[in-house]
Nanobody
């Protein structure tokens, strides 16, 4: 299976930056990860997509973070990063990473435990 561990959250002032990390631990060689995405959930709101990267390096972003957030991956470290610049109070949320994996033709979805990001005004 796949285990995801996020880190890098914290408290930052508006206009500041944070870099989140998502490390993927894959058990066995039969799982392949097709894409990793970042999502966030603010209190009282639904979880929403933030950014994603495929195993081929293709990226996409929510309109609300385009130009401010950058997703990247380090295959050697099995890690996906989310660089967040020009943070706004409305970026405050718990950020989760998700792995879309495949094993013997079956799709699987795994979530990390989340990391809190708080942006003060």
């Amino acid at each position: 299976q796949v285990q995801l561990v996020e880190s890098g959250g914290g408290l930052v002032q508006a206009g500041g930056s944070l870099r989140l990390s998502c490390v993927a631990f894959v058990s066995g060689s039969t799982f392949s990860i097709n894409a990793i995405t970042w999502h966030r959930q603010a209190p009282g709101k639904r979880r929403e997509f933030v950014a994603g990267i495929s195993n081929g390096g293709h990226t996409n972003y929510a309109d609300s973070v385009k130009g401010r957030f950058t997703i990247s991956m380090d295959n050697a470290k099995n890690t996906v990063y989310l660089q967040m610049n020009s943070l706004k109070p409305e970026d405050t949320a718990v950020y989760y990473c998700n792995a879309a994996a495949k094993r013997f033709g079956t799709d699987y979805s795994y979530w990390g435990q989340g990391t809190q990001v708080t942006v003060s005004s």
